[in-house]
């Protein structure tokens, strides 16, 4: 139940941080679609561990392996099944704390819901190394997406207090592939090294930080989407929390809007050319969980990294004593860098299944 | 394949604003759990229209027709519908802007869906009014939960610049009753006078005022929900984001936690007396989708209701002219007011939901 | 969970055989089609019970009220719910064995999954009467697929020894049409004559009789379906197990296969003025779970009624003590008879639910 | 959306005959439960292909590999994956025929569905290969089952007009145990001869034959499933309609009961030391979906291979010409044989998943 979603195209992600293999099943891709290998590889390259110094030192490299449904290069109409063997698990790291459930970690959640059967080393299935196998699925959802001219784009838009630029009205393409280009993916180069700072600053403590992402959707037709639980904000919801460490999310203005009136928040309809904008996108693009035809515009916050050097107050299990714990292992100081293609991924596999539920695509 | 959310408790609404009937079907409720007609009247007439002058003028009894699934007072285990026959139906002030979507309400994405076959009278399917039968739902998981220990409680969190206290680390039932019985549902009354203001001076300008809510779920286990795409943030997410005009969910500290460190934003866990709690809820009560037995807490934004009476750009329909659109009717000033118990309705059937699935009621 | 089928159209049935009302919601029809309540109703009568003697004496005007999701006559998007108050209920009649099951009914089940607190006046949820809900959806159905040239037909194949001819390879609309006029639906009138004798001289015993339907949709596309556990016959058998009573389905020549070679059992194709079809089709359209554009067909057997005169041996509850049964009540001799509505309803809802999820209507 | 069932244990199936790999992915598993790789291997043994002269010569060891969510030997709580790698896949056999679908197979629906884009050498994703990711599943299931007292067992009961016995009102595991180790897994082994005959006669003449496997699951509590919709009957029925070549499926007596009394055809209730029975088993042990705490028992038949030496008449695709074919090629002349195995996984799946569903096992 747990590590699906979707409707008429499924996406269920399977693996544990230092098990065997990590994976993605997709069910319901449409028949004949073009995979290039090597650019759903440069995609996953913009999440994999071990780039540069601000990330963990993990390395993997997280090449999948196209199981099934994919014939001389085409999806050929049934699941297509991808995996990542996971090679640099060094679980000794993770020993020590079995019986420490890590601050803000699933750890002690996991404990009391499986009984101490679940394989917790890394994180085990709710590792952000499981965003490995989303990507899979959201990279070969953006190839089919591109080939219709909809685009999927995201940036840091801030770490602790520096911040970016937002998207602008109409964000497009050339704009998403020159932020991707970039070590820091921000619009702003100087924003860019503000987050540096924030994030090795953060380190240099022993510490993390938080940050924030603003993704977005462009080309999607207007009239997508359902009224009430399967509108576009509920699907994007649904897959967007899966990401770990996601803990809030908002559409267009988001919670700016508590401090508006409506006469300013209201995006004022224009037609120019028989096709109809509107003036402001506070919105984000979705009105009553349906699309307006503007850019779906959101923003997610990542908590900072919880693993950190510093020594923190737990329990022990299953006995429940209060303890100490210090966390050694190799950690991202700011994984909200590398959710970044990760929130494309989970952006472009819900728009995809909703065309192809609507027989749009 | 929209109007509906859950797993093992299956939640549909149906109806439209000016339609013959509004009404929920629920499919999945244990069988023999009393259902106290009084106190579900008494939780729907919170939301219910009409109540004092910050709300519309539009006046309905709001009194639920059971149809099925109860006998002599008790769930059957058959499915329970219920209906809410729509009286105070007054169409034609709606009737002068069907050609002319209202900036911020579904009417455009829905007249492109649809091909212009909605029944968009007061909002149709899309109407605030459709919050009575999630109430309905809401109200009889409520009396279930509430048997159990489990109690949700929500409360107005802002309104404009106007904000009410969070709530405390550990809230309790008298606190949710007390709240409830406010006209305006705060827990600081002085902050209910600011935004009691706040409405009533955006409403004198013929425009409207955004708020936030937070809602919490007390008595929950530890150990609940699923990691990745079915955790509890996921599944409230889903249901929350059905509610009209909600823009932005956050749990925990949420979007707080993007200018946090790790040492700052982790909740340390401390064991007292055999129970493990954590010495800050900044997660909200869930890591990895997985509830540790805290308080479940989270916060949404809610936009101005945009339906103001001051005149607006729009354009025609179909032939996408620009215009302007006045907007008479009746409508509340600040929707946020009675989202409140829609959140607690819509938390209390996920809460429900999540305990039967996993058989742990 | 339970009394809910279809993907893309989802139809969930509510109510029990005693309680206040039954009905059905409707969710995903396409908007914009016209229902005609007129040829709604006449499509239901062929249902309703009490029309001749072969039928249980309860009588029920079951006129459906539409609530929701129709405007003007026409679909408008929103989920459909439709409703049937329960009039003539006399569960006097049942009360005397509320503690003792009846055999080859679902009482006993249903006192041990829900302890007692079913509603199972009349068979509650699993009556026979909650076909009528199904026949609501499955009559809207068959409106909307008949506009595109899909006609749904179904006739009694056998009542005992006596048997009906089998639809020819091709049967067309008129077909339907004469038997549907017929008080015993049947193709050839003598076979109906032999049924006659056989349910009256069951009832003369104080007994009851089985038979078969066969039912049959014609018009569908060639490449309908999914492969494996979503294909054309595992949605059919989800929905037609939904109907009370049946307990076998077989699609084309079905079980006659069994005894059948290779070379007899394949159907040749061939094509003709661009058209392929079979020469044969034993295989009842489906081949893979995909559709072949023959007609799909296929049978079912309905056990004979359970409710019968004759004493029985059962057992008491709570207690579990041998004991005997006289049923008194109102009940069908043949709920064959009754069945093949249903059945139609049932394949219509089906079909549609396809053609909509593969974007084909 | 096509290749998956079971609603707390989701079950996807992925995988083409002549692609790299095929596989399973079982998300819903509980924690904790040992998997004995051996005893999967040895039931996995039972359906695989190439082990006597009545079956295909293709020959692969099918060893699967266990990907992810066990750890030492258990289940870890997240979702299983397991793949298999084909090994023996002789594509050149099936190229003739890509533009002549075979007569009783998939290839035309699938032309027409996915427009020739579909890998349909050796059947695709269509083969009675996929049912071995299916055994992986139902292998598993089983395993958790037996620990818990609950024994799925199958047995050819007939092959074309040799016909075995049918199980007996009360089947045990030991008799399961002893069908299972047979080359022809029937109960009365001259049933076995007279089907080696059948079996061996149609291969003779290039042609194959058909034949029915009755399968049963004992240990199930009674008061499990739901009414209508999603009942044990149609459960069993979408997961068992996935296996290649099923047309027909049965509970109990199933088709015999046209032509049965209800006096005949209902089961008594009787009650011994505390516990209730059925005197007979016409019903399977399901009445309205639910169990009844006798043996679940049904019966399907599976078509004759539809692949034969013997030439046929098709069309050519994309052109649809009336032409001939012969298929060459590695087939089992009768593929009931190997259903038995593929019958008792999908059994033990639907099973262990309503168990799981309802907080049961």
Redesign the interface.
């Known amino acids: 139940?747990?590590?699906?979603?979707g409707?008429?195209l499924?996406v269920?992600?399977?693996?544990?941080s230092h098990?065997?293999?990590?994976?993605v099943?997709m069910?319901?891709l449409p028949?004949?679609e073009a995979v290039d290998p090597d650019a759903l590889q440069r995609f996953l390259d913009r999440r994999r561990p071990g780039k540069n110094i601000l990330e963990t030192a993990r390395s993997e490299a997280d090449v999948p392996?196209?199981?099934?449904?994919i014939?001389g290069g085409?999806?050929?109409?049934?699941?297509?099944?991808a995996?990542i063997e996971n090679r640099d698990a060094r679980s000794g790291d993770y020993a020590s704390f079995s019986d420490k459930?890590r601050?803000?970690?699933?750890?002690?959640?996991?404990?009391?819901?499986?009984?101490g059967?679940?394989?917790m080393r890394g994180g085990?299935?709710?590792s952000g190394r499981?965003t490995a196998p989303l990507c899979i699925a959201g990279g070969i959802a953006k190839q089919i997406l591109a080939r219709r001219g909809i685009f999927v784009g995201a940036h840091l838009s801030?770490?602790?207090?520096a911040a970016d630029d937002p998207f602008p009205l109409f964000p497009e393409a050339p704009l998403f592939d020159a932020i991707a280009a970039k070590d820091i993916p921000v619009i702003k180069d100087t924003a860019g090294e503000g987050m540096r700072t924030e994030i090795t600053s953060?380190a240099a403590?022993g510490?993390?930080?938080?940050?924030?992402v603003e993704c977005a959707i462009v080309g999607l037709?207007?009239?997508?989407?359902?009224?009430?639980?399967?509108?576009m904000?509920?699907?994007l919801?649904?897959?967007v929390?899966?990401i770990?460490a996601?803990?809030?999310?908002?559409?267009?203005?988001?919670?700016a809007?508590?401090?508006?009136?409506?006469?300013?928040?209201?995006?004022?309809?224009?037609?120019e050319d028989?096709?109809?904008t509107?003036?402001s996108n506070?919105?984000?693009g979705i009105?009553?969980?349906?699309?307006?035809?503007m850019p779906i515009v959101f923003r997610v916050?990542?908590?900072?990294?919880?693993?950190?050097a510093?020594p923190?107050?737990?329990?022990?299990l299953p006995d429940?004593?209060?303890t100490e714990l210090e966390i050694k292992g190799r950690h991202d100081p700011c994984v909200?860098l590398r959710a970044v293609p990760a929130l494309e991924a989970a952006a472009a596999a819900v728009a995809l299944d909703m065309l192809l539920?609507?027989?749009k695509l």
Chains 1, 2, 3, 4 share one sequence.
């Open positions: 139940m747990s590590s699906e979603f409707n008429a499924k269920s992600v399977f693996g544990e098990g065997d293999a990590i994976g099943l069910d319901g028949a004949g392996r196209l199981l099934s449904g014939t085409r999806t050929n109409g049934s699941p297509v099944c995996m459930p601050p803000s970690h699933a750890d002690y959640g996991a404990f009391v819901k499986w009984g059967m679940a394989d085990g299935h709710f499981l801030s770490v602790g207090a953060a403590c510490d993390s930080v938080g940050g924030t037709p207007a009239g997508l989407g359902d009224p009430m639980f399967d509108g904000e509920n699907r919801a649904k897959a929390f899966g770990p996601i803990k809030g999310l908002e559409f267009g203005a988001g919670f809007m508590s401090n508006m009136r409506g006469s300013e928040a209201n995006d004022p309809f224009r037609a028989g096709k109809v509107t003036e506070n919105n984000g009105l009553g969980g349906i699309t307006t035809g916050v990542i908590k900072p990294t919880p693993s950190i510093l923190q107050r737990t329990v022990t429940f004593e209060n909200a539920e609507e027989g």
